[in-house]
Each structure stands twice: as C-alpha cells, then as structure tokens.
C-alpha cells in the first residue's frame, strides 16, 4: 500500500516563523508569518502562515498526520547553559536576561506549540496528530537536498547557530541525507558576520545583506587582522573563533571594548554616517568568508566525490559568496535552497519526516520542486476587484494581449511599476510574483528606487530579471539562477570600461560611473546578482520581459522587493495599493488591474506611516 501522509512543518520563535504543508511529499504551500503581520522577520508562532497553508491545500488540521518543528528546543537550551556556565561570572546579566524566557516558555514549547496548534484547530488536545522535532541543522540540510534537482549530492550549512552546529556537512543519496561531520557553538560562520554587520551599525539577523552589498566599495585591507587575531582557519577549511573578542556568549551585544580596539573605534551607530571604514571592514569580512567557504567546499568534494553542491542556513543567503563558489569549478553545479534561512527549515522539517522517518522515496525534477518559490497566496479577479473598489481605487481591467505591451512602453518611458501576480514568493527574494520594476537602462534608476521609493540607502544594488534564454549574452552565466542567489560578472559585452581617473575613485562615489549598457543592475564591481526568469515557472512575468525586448532590444528588467525599507514584502492587493500610494511608483499592476498614480484619488499625505515600519 502506498504511503501516504499530510505533514505540516513549523519554524518559529526565534525569526522569519513560517509553516509549509507537503502532501506526499509534494511542497503544497509555504508562507512566512511576517507577510501577514506585517511585522518583519516576525518570530511569533505562525498562525496566519498555518491557516493558509491549510486553506491552500483545502484541508482542515484534523487532516494533518503530523506537525513537525524545525529544531529540538531542549538541546538548544542545554547549549545556552552550558555556555553561561562555561563563561561565569562573565554573561551573568545576559543570563538572567535570557533565562525568564526559557522558563517561562520554551522549555515547555511541546506543550506550547500543542496549546497553540490546538486553539487554531478548535481540537481537543487528544485528537492532535503527533508533534515532531528534528534537529536545526536536519532542516537546513533537508530543505536543500530534497527539493533540489540532484540524485546524488555533498550538502553544506552554514548559519549562526542552532542547538549547537553551526556548520555541517552532509551526503545526500535518493532519500537518505548522512551527517558527516560539524563545527560547533561558539565558532560560527555565521555570528563572524553578523558580528561585523553590528560592528559596522547594521541589524544583526536583518542587516548581512547590506554588509554584503557594501563590501564592493571598499578594500579588503583588514583581512590579515581578522585571520591573525580573530579566527584560526585551517586549510579544510574548519576554524575557531578567538573569543576574546566576541561578546555573543556573554553579553548581549556581538562586539566588545577588545573589538572596538582591535579596528581601531567604536562601532559605528545605527543610521549613522558610512564611512570608507565601514565599507573596507565590509570588504574584508567578506573576502575571508568566501575563503572559508572555499575550503570547505574543497573538503567536502575530496570527501564525498560528489559533483553536485546544496547549501542552506543564513551563510548561504550570501549570492556574493555562491557566485565565487561556482565560477571556482569545485562542484560543477551548486543548488541553493531558495528559503535558505530559518524560515525554509519549515520545509525542510517536513521533508525530513517524510524522507527519513517515514523513508518515503523520493522523485528527483530536472529543475528541482520548490516550484519556482511561488508557493504563497494569491488572489483571484473578483477578489482583487473588490478589494480595489473597498480602496477607492480608480483602474482599467486589460487582459494580457493589450496589457503587456502598455506595460512594455510604461517601462521604455523609465516609469516604475509595483508588479503583483500569482503566488507570493517564499523565502526572501522578490522574483515576479511581488516586485518593483523598472527600466535597467536608466543612469537614475537605481538612485530614484532607493530614495524615493524604497527609503533606504543609496549604495543597495538591484537585481536583473533576464529571460533565461538570454542569460549568457548580459552576464558570465551559462545556468539558471531563478532565485536570484548567484553574483556572477556581466558580460564584456555590456561592460563599459572606467577611465584611469574613475578607476582611482573610492567608497561611494564609485556609484557615479556608467560601468555597463545596463547601469542600474550593475554593481561597482561589474557584478549583478541574477535572476533567470522562465516561461514554466513564472509565465506571466517572461511575456512581461519579452515584450519589453520587443519594444526596446532588451531583455532584462531592474527588479526589487515590492515593499518599503522595514516592511516585509507585501502579501494582499492592499497591502500593494498602500505601498503604492505611499511612494512614488508611477504604475500598479495586481494581475489584470491597471493603476496610474496620477488617477488615483487624492488624499491628505500622512507621513506617520514610515514610523510603522522599524528600520532593517
């Protein structure tokens, strides 16, 4: 008789909650609970997420055989404590921070999550399907290799940390994923950036990106610094943090006065002015978190043998570092989990049951099954209608054969436009389903989205939506990236070569200089973090793409998250319509619904809203 199970995973109380159903194994639906709050990176259990996960796979929580949590909560704990007891009397005020916490609630979270699950049921507590825990890495490694294109693969996690991993290393085969080994708490990939990301005045868990972002306006001057007093990095690849100057273990900051000495000051405050320093500690943090990561994976490939490569955790968020891990030919394909932080460890929980516990086998797609990421809600043409006319809303309904080529010269004309259609991504890219686009041949572009649509810094890159058949002739990329988790050069092509006065220019005023035919997704270093776009997984936005290449020769799209600095990336038509009145995006599109600002009517600026939204 043939298996079959409904498994719902939950990731939750610590960030980015999130819940995801699989039926058979299949990925039905995955959502994180801040697209629904509204409140980013939200940690609290993920009752919006569960809710529409059940209504998108039409089924009630009595039909769930099980719910499975993405860590053991009980071992992350006997960590915490160990490490305070391992660092008193140092820590003592953290640990009286932290420990009401853990009293109070977490170390009961079976029952917690029982009481919880059982109130969004209405089910007595007896009827409820089991509840299950996996290990925090077990997540991460499930939620890469399952779902990815390969039969056979090494697979890589990286993050912060979890019960105590923080880095671990893994051979996936059909079914069965084997631990080979790990690095543990406190050395940790992922806490040395995010120590460097609140040393240079960024939020941790919110802010590596921007770090990552800024490095290329900077040099790499304090590499040896790092790899001489604050980690010792073998040639495998494995390293130990110096502790003594890290404040994670006993404090409740990353950094410390020893930190602060080692560089030179103090670190930078939050909202601050950015300064070459900044951008040069930026600069070096990643160069030696790339050279780590290369050694790893050289290790892992002399281990394993294998060719193929799947990462997750935080670490593998970084596309900077993906990008050099696959140009250095180590593994001839790498696969990314697209959610590869807390929140896709919801899939990766329930995929880890269903895999190892149930040893259900496992089919393997030429792409891979997350389904192009698009597995969030969407809405349908009266749904949207009646949302828009309860706004007030003033718009045209075109069907695609008239709507796209009115879009194709919205953007020729160097208009911005809030796009939103489909299933709302999972994970934290926007990849077509809920964007801001525009016109990647604009020299103004990339300044006009970020301070007067986005609010936030100038330096942030944007990210190319290519059709993936033209990939090759705009960047140095000869596969897919639908996620937009690869950097890779731009072509020669493209490229515009600097002046030797532009070339001797430093920090930020490198934003200034034209380096390609495409300036606004070009980044100063002649990189651009890649998005393929394809007529399978997201057909909508490749007919949108392609008739802007019929009116204008090119075949890419500027692309950014439809939302504003702090908040999460919208999830409804109304949160889309407020986004847009908001801002100064010229064009709303909500599947077939057509909305120019300037028709729009007219209502008494309120400012108040940019407080709602706590600064990333």
């Given at each position: ?8 995973g939950?990731s ?41 996960c059940?209504?998108?796979a039409?089924?009630t ?5 099980e719910?499975v949590?993405y ?7 006997a960590?915490?404590l160990?490490t305070?007891?391992?660092?008193a ?5 953290s640990?009286m ?8 609630g977490?170390?009961?979270?079976k029952?917690?999550?029982?009481r919880?699950?059982a109130?969004?049921?209405n089910l007595d ?10 290990k ?5 490694a499930?939620?890469a ?16 940390a ?6 671990t290393?893994?051979l996936?085969?059909?079914n069965?994923?084997t631990?080979?080994?790990?690095l543990d708490?406190?050395?940790?990939l992922g806490?040395?950036?995010s ?7 960024f ?6 990106y ?19 007093h ?10 130990r ?8 273990c006993?404090?409740l900051?990353?950094?410390?006065k020893k ?5 030179g ?5 939050p ?16 160069k030696v978190?790339?050279e780590i ?11 394993t043998?294998?060719e193929f490569l799947?990462l997750a955790?935080g ?11 696959l140009q ?5 394909d ?10 896709g460890?919801a899939?990766?929980?329930a ?7 149930h040893n ?8 891979d ?24 809303a003033?718009y ?9 080529p009115i879009?194709?010269?919205i ?9 939103f ?19 990647p041949r604009?020299a103004?572009?990339?300044s006009?989205m ?5 609010h936030?810094?100038s330096f942030?890159?944007?990210a190319?939506?290519?059709?993936s ?6 960047f ?8 937009m988790?690869i ?7 493209i490229?515009?070569p600097?002046t030797?006065a532009q ?7 490198k ?5 390609s ?5 070009t980044?100063?270093?002649y990189?651009?973090?890649i ?5 399978d997984?997201n057909?909508?936005?490749h007919?949108?793409i392609?008739?802007?290449?019929e ?7 500027m ?6 600095r702090?908040?999460?990336i919208?999830?409804t038509?109304?949160?889309?319509y ?9 064009f709303l599109v909500?599947?077939n619904?057509?909305l ?9 600026q309120?400012?108040t809203w940019m407080?709602?939204?706590?600064l990333d």
């Open positions: 008789m043939k298996l079959a199970k409904t498994i719902l939950l939750a109380y610590y960030h980015d909650s999130a819940a995801a159903i699989i039926v058979n194994g299949e990925i039905v639906a995955a959502a994180q609970e801040e697209r629904f709050t509204r409140k980013k990176h939200d940690s609290a259990f993920p009752k919006n997420a569960i809710n529409y059940l209504a998108e039409g089924l929580m009595s039909y769930i055989d719910v949590f860590d053991k909560p009980l071992l992350k704990f960590r915490i160990t305070y007891l391992s660092y009397p140092d820590g003592l005020h640990f921070t932290a420990m009401p916490m853990w009293l109070n977490k170390l009961n979270l029952n917690t999550l029982k919880e699950l109130a969004l049921a507590r007896k009827q409820f399907p089991p509840l299950l825990f996996t925090h890495h077990q997540s991460h499930a939620s290799f399952y779902p990815s294109p390969f039969e056979k693969a090494a697979v890589l996690c990286m993050d912060g979890g019960e105590w991993a923080t880095t290393a893994w996936g085969e059909g069965t994923l631990p080979l080994w790990e708490f406190p050395h940790s806490l040395l950036y120590a460097f990301t609140y040393y240079t005045g939020k941790v868990n919110s802010g590596e921007k770090l990552m972002g800024l490095a290329p306006y900077g040099e790499p001057k304090y590499v040896d610094l790092i790899l001489d604050l980690i010792d990095l073998k040639d495998d690849g494995s390293f943090l110096n502790m003594k100057y890290f404040n994670f006993t404090g900051t990353m950094t410390g930190f602060d000495q080692l560089f000051a103090p670190r930078r405050k909202e601050g002015e950015l300064t070459q320093r900044e951008m040069d500690l930026a600069a070096s943090v990643q978190t790339e990561v290369l050694r790893l994976a050289k290790t892992i490939r002399i281990e043998g294998c799947c955790g670490v593998a968020l970084n596309s900077v570092v993906n990008g050099k891990l250095s030919g180590i593994f001839e790498i696969w990314v989990q697209p959610a590869a932080g807390d929140a460890s899939i990766g929980a995929l880890a049951s269903w895999h190892s516990r259900a086998d496992r089919t393997v797609k030429c792409k099954s997350m389904k192009g990421a698009f597995l969030g809600p969407m809405f349908s043409r009266n749904e949207i209608r009646e949302r828009l006319d309860h706004q007030g003033v045209r309904e075109l069907e695609d054969v008239d709507l796209m879009l194709a010269n953007l020729a004309d160097q208009q911005v436009v809030g796009w259609q489909g299933r709302m991504e999972f994970g934290p890219r926007a990849l077509g389903a809920r964007s801001i686009i525009g016109d604009s103004t572009m990339q006009v970020n301070l007067k649509i986005k936030r810094e942030r890159p944007f190319p939506s290519v059709l058949e033209d990939v090759e002739y705009y140095d990329q000869d596969r897919p990236s639908p996620y988790l950097v890779a050069p731009i072509a020669e092509a490229k515009i600097m030797e070339s001797k220019l430093i920090g930020i005023e934003l200034k200089i034209l380096r035919t495409l300036p606004s997704v980044h100063v270093d990189s651009a973090r998005q393929t776009v394809h007529s997984t057909p909508r936005y007919r949108l392609s008739c802007f290449k009116k204008t020769g090119c075949s890419v799209l692309n950014t998250s439809f939302n504003v702090g908040e999460p919208v999830c038509p109304e949160d889309a407020s986004c847009f009145i908001r801002t100064e995006i010229d909500i599947e619904f057509l120019e600002k300037s028709k729009q009517p007219k209502k008494a309120d400012e407080k709602v939204f706590e």
